[in-house]
């Protein structure tokens, strides 16, 4: 049976991020899926996704790590409610805080690969670490807080 | 005389970046301009551009605070070059780090400004210092590290 991405998990609210919705039509339409304890996605830029001739935006690559992690703390949240109560309502996340060093620059005519684990869970936060991958070689490293939601965000 | 974008004094090899390229008819074209010693640059989202219904996507946001910042950094790192000795080859940076901090939902359905300056000037690294504001409220602090391109680097 072919696995279900974390992204069409979610209701009809959660699926037209520009990053990862796939209801909308525009964006990068990321896909995540778990491996183990790690989450892992595989995109493949359009040639105009550009920094300089050759190269990945970094844009790109931050909205990639925000997405790709951001879900993973939902994911895991959702995860481990259903484990505990079987709660059919759980918590949703947003980004509090993205991070991202640039280690070298990303082929864009490659497809890159996206690798996120929870590094921590602490009262309402949740930290995911993320690399991102060009033919193997890691070529950005990302961090995200995801902050539980709450009507005083708004 | 109208001001000349800070994106469109480069040479065509920096005009096809997604984020900020005037030759990238995909990307999201930001042009920044200075205002005594900080960079501004205003810019409208188009209605896909969501994280969720009503609000700008958290990746747009970054990929806006990354052009906005380093180009802020390349070209005030110009200016000095200029003064001090006419150089007409000044070194180029790209982005070594990004970091956003996202304080409240941004509106989609309204024009977003940017405002931006120089930090600190330290060997190879320039440190922007980043705002997003919407209806004059900021919604998210930003700080690139820009590091000098060398060859090294490829």
């Given at each position: 049976m072919k696995k279900k991405a974390i992204q069409d998990?979610?209701?009809?609210?959660?699926?037209?991020?520009?990053?990862?919705?796939?209801?909308?039509?525009?964006?990068?339409?990321l896909k995540s899926y778990w491996e183990g304890d790690e989450t892992v996605a595989t995109w493949h830029p359009k040639p105009?996704?550009?920094?300089?001739?050759?190269a990945l935006c970094g844009g790109i690559i931050a909205s990639l790590i925000d997405c790709h992690s951001t879900n993973t703390a939902n994911s895991a949240a959702r995860r481990d409610e259903e484990q505990k109560?079987?709660?059919?309502?759980p918590k949703s996340y947003v980004t509090g805080s993205l991070f991202v060093k640039y280690l070298k620059p990303t082929p864009v005519d490659k497809p890159v690969t996206l690798r996120a684990k929870v590094k921590e869970r602490k009262g309402r936060k949740i930290t995911v670490s993320c690399s991102l991958y060009s033919e193997g070689v890691e070529k950005a490293q990302g961090e995200v807080v995801a902050i539980q939601f709450s009507t005083k965000n708004l």
């Open positions: 998990q979610w209701s009809e609210l959660g699926t037209m991020c520009w990053g990862c919705g796939r209801n909308n039509e525009h964006g990068l339409q105009y996704h550009l920094a300089f001739p050759g109560s079987g709660s059919d309502s």
